[in-house]
């Protein structure tokens, strides 16, 4: 993403890297600022595609976590 001219940026979310159930499937999410570029990687996987109902309740959390962070704002602000 190219940061607007006469703009800089003021907060970028943290970058963050979430595992769920040991090796079940993982979020990443970064965010790094390069000159006048923001670089965003986002990453979601999960290594299987069914999962029993006592793993609901990690699932929910799990996903509940993606939406907050890709929720997150960046903020500009003039120079």
């Not at 990687?41 to 595609?49: M, W």
């Given at each position: 993403?190219?940061?607007?001219?006469?703009?800089?940026?003021?907060?970028?979310?943290?970058?963050?890297?979430?595992?769920?159930?040991?090796?079940?499937?993982?979020?990443?999410?970064?965010?790094?600022?390069?000159g006048?570029?923001i670089q965003?990687?986002?990453?979601?996987?999960?290594?299987?595609?069914?999962?029993?109902?006592?793993?609901?309740?990690?699932?929910?959390?799990?996903?509940?976590f993606?939406?907050?962070?890709?929720?997150?704002?960046?903020?500009?602000?003039?120079?």
């Amino acid at each position: 993403m190219d940061i607007p001219e006469g703009y800089v940026v003021d907060e970028l979310p943290k970058s963050a890297k979430v595992v769920f159930n040991g090796d079940q499937g993982y979020f990443e999410y970064l965010l790094a600022q390069q000159g006048d570029k923001i670089q965003m990687r986002c990453r979601v996987r999960l290594n299987k595609a069914q999962f029993p109902p006592e793993d609901y309740g990690n699932l929910r959390d799990f996903f509940a976590f993606i939406v907050k962070k890709e929720n997150e704002q960046i903020v500009l602000k003039k120079k």
